[in-house]
Nanobody, 125 residues
Framework: VQLQASGGGVVQAGGSLRLSCAFT????????MGWYRQAPGKQRELVAY???????NYADSVKGRFTISRDNAKNTLYLQMNGLKPEDTAVYYC????????????????????WGQGTQVTVSS
């Protein structure tokens, strides 16, 4: 499995970005997918996930502002980010797992699964 994240950039507070993660090397629809982020000096944290059944789930910090989606025909994962805040500044990583995410994953650091190379999101105030 290979993951290629893109779409990061610099945006003012209140702005929007859409991240994409291209998936190759396996059958995309068989995998559960997630977006993580890591801010400078902080631990990597789960932002949102979407399991194989298509059900999305979000961290409280982004609920109502971010939307995770997947296009199984295009083998691509997305993260639409609206209402961006300076505290959203981080490197964003996509993650693929062969088993479902759970809500407990928001609180449990992990290196499980496959990782993309990360894309930088910078939100200026």
């Amino acid at each position: 499995v290979q993951l290629q994240a893109s779409g990061g950039g610099v945006v003012q507070a209140g702005g929007s970005l859409r991240l994409s993660c291209a998936f190759t090397g396996s059958t995309f629809s068989y995998w559960s997918m997630g977006w993580y982020r890591q801010a400078p000096g902080k631990q990597r944290e789960l932002v949102a996930y979407i399991n194989r059944d298509g059900s999305p789930n979000y961290a409280d910090s982004v609920k109502g502002r971010f939307t995770i989606s997947r296009d199984n025909a295009k083998n691509t994962l997305y993260l639409q980010m609206n209402g961006l805040k300076p505290e959203d500044t981080a490197v964003y990583y996509c993650n693929a797992r062969s088993y479902n995410y759970r809500r407990s994953d928001y609180f449990e650091p992990t290196e499980s699964g496959y990782w993309g190379q990360g894309t930088q999101v910078t939100v200026s105030s």
